[in-house]
């Protein structure tokens, strides 16, 4: 580009001698001022047309190498590769994987056989000697609570006392077969009277914590379970106590099969990502058709429509126990409260669903049926 073609003219000086004088802002004209300029804008030498140019039809190798996309210097002893290469040929296509199924993540065998002794063992008892029923409910409450408290000193260094617990949980289920509702609370409170005076042996640091979590295990633990010793106490106390297990286990197995099978969308992801809201579908299907059937054939007195209530509220009360101490176990840090039922956990881990729905099933019998 010259620049007459950012629209300036020529100046002297510049591309030659002039035979004017020099111009203002330009070199002085003449031989003795030109000279060094001119050496220093000597014009580009012009090539003949006779001399072949690089990368023309006369280039030399190199042209050459260029124009194939090769390399500028060749070894012309290297083998070089096949102008149509043979097509590789194509791989054979690998088969798909095993869909892989299901797993109920738990020994599907071991929990059906425990769950099956667990059984035969309460009904037994239920209908035999009720003292022997309330015998069951007293070691299931003692171990409850040593699973618990053993937890809560595992993984917060809680010490909740089990002694008073035990004592006061044993003495919480028996008031309330024998004295009702009174006695239970009777026995509750003094319960926590013993939890705080026990505490007191221990040195003071974290003793409000301490005794907070003892007081929250009689609750958790004995109490609820007084209610069930409550539904004993009535006339036709095992067919109540049989319906109540019925419908909470029944909620439970249905919950279990609709989510496992169908179960897509999550009920509670941050407390527990197995519960599924198709689960609960089937918890509430499940519970009101054994509750319709259970209350109007074992039930004096109940009707079906009775029994449908029945059955949605201890499917909404068994999830909710079921989701509570699965808040429990992630704040712990831990799967199962205990091993001693293998396919199951421990006992906590069983009492999950039954401990919350113990009440509601026993207010909705004396409100139905009356307190018999």
């Given at each position: 580009m010259?620049?007459?073609?950012?629209?300036?003219?020529p100046q002297a000086g510049?591309?030659?001698?002039s035979?004017?004088g020099?111009?203002?802002?330009?070199?002085?004209?003449?031989?003795?001022?030109?000279?060094?300029?001119?050496?220093?804008?000597r014009?580009?030498?012009?090539?003949?047309?006779?001399?072949?140019?690089?990368g023309?039809?006369q280039?030399?190798?190199?042209?050459?190498?260029?124009r194939?996309?090769?390399p500028l210097?060749?070894?012309?002893t290297a083998?070089t590769?096949?102008?149509?290469?043979?097509?590789?040929?194509?791989?054979?296509?690998?088969?798909a994987p095993?869909?892989q199924k299901?797993?109920?993540?738990?020994?599907l065998?071991?929990?059906?056989?425990?769950?099956?002794?667990?059984?035969?063992?309460?009904?037994?008892?239920l209908?035999?000697?009720k003292?022997?029923?309330?015998?069951?409910?007293?070691?299931?409450?003692?171990?409850?609570l040593?699973?618990?408290?053993?937890?809560?000193?595992e993984?917060?260094?809680?010490?909740?006392?089990?002694?008073?617990?035990?004592v006061?949980?044993?003495?919480?289920?028996?008031a309330?077969?024998?004295?009702g509702?009174d006695g239970a609370w009777?026995?509750m409170a003094?319960?926590?009277?013993?939890v705080?005076?026990?505490?007191?042996t221990?040195?003071p640091q974290?003793?409000l914590?301490?005794v907070t979590?003892?007081v929250?295990?009689?609750?958790?633990?004995?109490f609820?379970?007084?209610?069930?010793?409550?539904?004993l106490?009535?006339?036709?106390?095992?067919?109540?106590?049989?319906?109540?297990?019925?419908?909470?286990?029944v909620?439970d197995?249905?919950?279990?099969?609709v989510?496992?099978r169908?179960?897509?969308t999550?009920l509670a992801?941050?407390?527990s990502?197995?519960?599924?809201?198709?689960?609960?579908?089937?918890?509430?299907?499940f519970a009101?058709a054994a509750?319709a059937?259970?209350?109007?054939?074992?039930?004096d007195?109940g009707?079906?429509?009775q029994?449908?209530?029945?059955?949605l509220?201890?499917a909404?009360?068994?999830t909710l126990?079921?989701?509570?101490?699965?808040?429990i176990?992630?704040?712990?840090g831990?799967?199962?409260?205990?091993?001693l039922?293998p396919?199951?956990g421990?006992i906590m881990?069983?009492?999950?669903?039954?401990?919350?729905?113990?009440?509601?099933?026993?207010?909705?019998?004396?409100?139905?049926v009356?307190?018999?």
């Open positions: 010259n620049d007459s073609s950012w629209g300036a003219p510049y591309w030659g001698p035979e004017q020099p111009v203002q802002g330009a070199a002085p004209a003449g031989p003795a001022y030109d000279a060094p300029y001119a050496q220093q804008t014009p580009m030498p012009i090539v003949p047309d006779d001399v072949p140019g690089f023309g039809d280039d030399d190798d190199r042209g050459a190498a260029a194939q996309g090769g210097f060749r070894d012309p083998p590769a096949p102008q149509n290469p043979e097509p590789m040929p194509a791989a054979a296509p690998q088969p095993p869909p299901k797993s109920a993540g738990r020994d065998g071991a929990a059906i056989g425990v769950g099956v002794g667990l059984g035969a063992v309460i009904v037994a008892s209908f035999f000697v003292a022997v029923f309330v015998g069951v409910v007293v070691v299931a409450v003692v171990v409850g040593w699973e618990l408290t053993k937890r809560l000193d993984r917060k260094g809680i010490h909740a006392p089990l002694v008073p617990l035990a006061g949980g044993a003495a919480m289920v028996i309330g077969y024998v004295k509702a009777v026995a003094l319960t926590a009277l013993a705080l005076v026990w505490r007191m221990r040195p974290d003793y914590r301490d979590a003892g929250f295990a009689a609750f958790y633990v004995p609820l379970a007084t209610f069930v010793a409550m539904m106490a009535a006339d036709d106390g095992p067919w109540r106590v049989l319906v109540f297990l019925i419908l909470t286990v909620s197995t249905g919950a279990y099969a989510g496992w169908f179960g897509k999550k992801p941050r407390i990502p197995g519960k599924t809201r198709e689960g609960l579908v089937g918890a509430v299907t009101m509750g059937l259970c209350t109007h054939f074992l039930i007195g009707t079906w429509w029994g449908l209530l029945l059955g509220a201890v909404v009360s068994a126990g079921d989701l509570g101490e699965s808040m176990k992630r704040d712990l831990i799967k199962d409260m205990g091993t039922l396919g199951h421990g881990d069983r009492l999950d669903s039954l401990l919350p729905t113990a009440p509601v099933a026993w207010l909705l019998l004396v409100i139905f009356g307190s018999g």
